[in-house]
Structures are given as structure tokens and as C-alpha cells.
Nanobody, 125 residues
Framework: VQVAESGGGLVQPGTSMTLSCTTS????????MAWFRQAPGKEREPVVT????????CYSDPVKGRFIISRDNSKNALYLHMNSLKPEDTAVYYC???????????????????WGQGTQVTVSS
């Protein structure tokens, strides 16, 4: 199963950026998708996770109110819309997928078996 992210780069604080995650149609149809990030010297942390086949969305406290996810089923794509970016959002962002569905959002990296290669997001003036 391949999961691929795109859309990272360097942006100034206060601006917006959208990351994309694509996978196969089969995976996108049954898997629960999530976004994680990892800053230098820190552990990988959840950004947005989903449950109940995407019906339940859980945003981590640092991004709540600023980040939003959306999906385009026709493109097997999941998007992470990041607004009001801060320097502390600087990290490598990963898209991940679980092979089974859950009624609660899974926030541990170990719960996900499919990972993209990551895309660097740098927020700096």
C-alpha cells in the first residue's frame, strides 16, 4: 500500500498551506486516515486523526481551530488545510492509514501501518 504526501515548503507565519495525501482507491475506501507531524528532536505527534470511517474527526489541541481536513473521494485524496501557521508548526508532516476502523480516534503512531515518506513544512519569517 502506498501513501504519498505533497505540498510542503517554506511559508511565513500567519499564512496558509495545504498538504495532500493520496493512496490507492482500495485503501482510501476502507482505511482510516490521519496526519501526524514530527519536529526535530521531538516524538511524532498526531495532528488530525479520524474514526468511524472518517465520520469522526479529532484535531489535536495545538492545531484546533486552525487546521481542517477534507477529502476528495474521486481522487482518493485527503487534504490538510493549515491556516494561521506558526513557527511551532514547523515539522515533517506524515500521512498515515489504518487497515481497520475504530469508533474512537487512534492517536498513537503504532496504530497506523501505512505511512507516507513525509513532507517538510517550515514556518519562518
Amino acid at each position: 500500500v502506498q501513501v504519498a504526501e505533497s505540498g510542503g515548503g517554506l511559508v511565513q507565519p500567519g499564512t496558509s498551506m495545504t498538504l495532500s495525501c493520496t493512496t490507492s482507491r482500495r485503501t482510501f475506501g476502507f482505511a482510516e486516515m490521519a496526519w501526524f507531524r514530527q519536529a526535530p528532536g521531538k516524538e511524532r505527534e498526531p495532528v488530525v486523526t479520524t474514526a468511524r470511517g472518517g465520520e469522526k474527526i479529532c484535531y489535536s489541541d495545538p492545531v484546533k481551530g486552525r487546521f481542517i481536513i477534507s477529502r476528495d473521494n474521486s481522487k482518493n485524496a485527503l487534504y490538510l488545510h493549515m491556516n494561521s501557521l506558526k513557527p511551532e508548526d514547523t515539522a515533517v508532516y506524515y500521512c498515515a492509514a489504518r487497515a481497520s476502523r475504530s469508533v474512537v480516534c487512534k492517536t498513537m503512531p503504532a496504530d497506523y501501518i501505512y505511512w507516507g515518506q513525509g513532507t517538510q513544512v517550515t514556518v519562518s519569517s
